[in-house]
Nanobody
Framework: QVRLAESGGGSVQAGGSLRLSCTIR????????LMWVRQAPGKDREAVGG??????HARVRGSLADRFFISYDQNALYLQMDSLKPEDSGTYYC?????????????????????WGKGTLVTISS
């Protein structure tokens, strides 16, 4: 069982920054992939990026890699978002899945995610 809780969403103007946090409670026993996933209104869910909890670096979606940065420290996953654009608006979810389900797709696809937070809303105005 993994419990996730996001925070840090809000409304900012284009060009601004936000830092999202996800506090994580593990019932240890597996290695977990931790991801950020977003969904804009009327659009499909989209993987932002992620990492295994014992990795040093995260994988971030190519189109976002120059503006979005993911890190993990002491049972918290972070998403630093810079130079925000209106198209970055949406609900951002933190998710976790065990390595046995996720394998090498950690950060690039959310198919193996078993546990989800409730999401935090990000609104970017032009």
């Amino acid at each position: 069982q993994v419990r996730l809780a996001e925070s840090g969403g809000g409304s900012v103007q284009a060009g601004g920054s936000l830092r999202l946090s996800c506090t994580i409670r593990f019932d240890r026993g597996d290695r977990y992939c931790l991801m950020w996933v977003r969904q804009a209104p009327g659009k499909d869910r989209e993987a932002v990026g992620g990492m295994y909890d014992d990795d040093a670096h995260a994988r971030v979606r190519g189109s976002l890699a120059d503006r979005f940065f993911i890190s993990y420290d002491q049972n918290a996953l972070y998403l630093q978002m810079d130079s925000l654009k209106p198209e970055d608006s949406g609900t951002y979810y933190c998710a976790a899945g065990p390595m046995s389900r996720v394998g090498s797709t950690c950060g690039s696809a959310d198919d193996g995610m078993l546990y989800w937070g409730k999401g935090t809303l990000v609104t970017i105005s032009s």
